[in-house]
């Protein structure tokens, strides 16, 4: 299960266990500078690229093999990539609220969010979720979002992300086109499970359903019900394509 930004893997909490109860292992990884994986704060180191290639040595380091990519947000942004690298890895993908971009141009929404998280003097992680999530968090769950930031430095991976997006002309565009290729012949499990209320991700399953191959041949795409932040809208009907993904995998 792979997060986005600004979030941490508290995100997957109602999720976890499900999907443990169900006879699956769980892995949820901190993606580096947020939760409790390290925070470099020199944001001339972070790169997409970059970012990728932390995640990949982290599944080759592991030898993970049979994997049900979990993603959604970044998490959507680096786990594609590692499909389209090694997907001899992976038995099946289900994406909510995330995608490929390749130099498309950012909608309305997104542009705003990044002028947002370059020019705002105070970057409040916790209510930067409240703000994309439909119910109402507790403050536990607002402070537990802020607990892996205790400084502005510390939030250097979580300002930068938006800026690494490769929509327009971004260096990371030709690494995306070389992604799709790959991911044009995977033929596994790939089901979409993207919200209902997401001003930014709306409608982006278009750009899966039909172009990769495992995403045709079965009834298994749905519409969850919430805002960006799907896993505290609607933990139950995210886990539900998760499971029913793994068992079209034969998982």
């Given at each position: 299960m792979m997060h986005g930004e600004p979030s941490w893997s508290f995100l997957y909490r109602h999720m976890i266990g499900p999907v443990v109860d169900a006879g699956y292992r769980v892995l949820a990884p901190d993606l580096i500078g947020f939760g409790?994986?390290?925070?470099?704060?020199?944001?001339?180191?972070?790169?997409?690229?970059?970012?990728?290639?932390?995640?990949?040595?982290?599944?080759?380091?592991?030898?993970?093999?049979?994997i049900i990519l979990a993603c959604q947000d970044w998490g959507s942004l680096i786990g594609l990539r590692l499909v389209a690298e090694m997907p001899e890895r992976f038995s099946g993908v289900t994406l909510s609220n995330g995608g490929l971009p390749a130099g498309q141009e950012p909608p309305p929404a997104f542009s705003a969010w990044r002028k947002f998280?370059?020019?705002?003097?105070?970057?409040?992680?916790?209510?930067?979720?409240?703000?994309?999530?439909?119910?109402?968090?507790?403050?536990?769950?607002?402070a537990a979002y802020d607990a892996p930031y205790p400084d502005e430095d510390s939030k250097a991976c979580a300002r930068v992300f938006p800026t690494l997006v490769p929509l327009g002309n971004n260096v990371a565009v030709p690494d995306q086109l070389k992604?799709?290729?790959?991911?044009?012949?995977?033929?596994?499990?790939?089901?979409?499970?993207?919200?209902?209320?997401?001003?930014?991700?709306?409608?982006?399953?278009?750009?899966f359903i039909g172009r990769i191959p495992g995403?045709?041949?079965?009834?298994?795409?749905?519409?969850?019900?919430?805002?960006?932040?799907?896993?505290?809208?609607?933990?139950?009907?995210f886990v539900a394509a998760i499971l029913d993904t793994a068992k079209a995998a034969g998982a």
């Open positions: 409790k994986s390290d925070k470099p704060a020199d944001r001339d180191v972070l790169s997409y690229a970059g970012h990728v290639a932390w995640m990949r040595e982290w599944v080759e380091t592991l030898d993970l093999t049979g998280s370059q020019e705002s003097p105070v970057f409040p992680v916790g209510n930067i979720l409240q703000g994309a999530t439909s119910r109402d968090l507790t403050e536990a769950e607002v992604a799709w290729k790959s991911l044009e012949t995977f033929d596994k499990p790939f089901v979409c499970a993207f919200s209902d209320q997401d001003a930014i991700t709306a409608g982006g399953e278009k750009a995403t045709k041949g079965h009834d298994l795409h749905r519409t969850l019900n919430g805002n960006h932040f799907i896993q505290e809208d609607d933990p139950q009907g």
